[in-house]
Nanobody
Framework: QVQLVESGGGLVQPGGSLRLSCTTS????????MAWYRQAPGKQRELVAA???????NYADSVKGRFTISRDNAKKTVNLQMNGLKPEDTAVYYC?????????WGQGTQVTVSS
């Protein structure tokens, strides 16, 4: 059974930084496509950033230049470095893994940006 364990959420002031991490139990992490999504109250879940198996990243326009997604295949981990956080970044952030045609989700981690 595939498991995704997220960490790193919390409360931060506007302009601050947080680093989210997601670790998985899958056997061949290097072939997985990874992504971070978020869902704010009353809104649909949206893609924040994704990284392919070859390391190519893409971002939502709202986070370009502020967020960086990265992966460590040896540690089976994907990270999301979030800088210049804004109140509108407040949401539950979910790790997503695509592996052999199936989608897997983490339990979510809360990020709150507030003064």
């Amino acid at each position: 059974q595939v498991q995704l364990v997220e960490s790193g959420g919390g409360l931060v002031q506007p302009g601050g930084s947080l680093r989210l991490s997601c670790t998985t139990s899958i056997t061949i992490f290097s072939i997985a496509e990874m992504a971070w999504y978020r869902q704010a109250p009353g809104k649909q879940r949206e893609l924040v950033a994704a990284i392919t198996r070859s390391g190519r990243a893409n971002y939502a326009d709202s986070v370009k230049g502020r967020f960086t997604i990265s992966r460590d295949n040896a540690k089976k981990t994907v990270n999301l470095q979030m800088n210049g956080l804004k109140p509108e970044d407040t949401a539950v952030y979910y790790c997503n893994l695509q592996y052999f045609g199936s989608d897997y989700w983490g339990q979510g981690t809360q990020v709150t940006v507030s003064s």
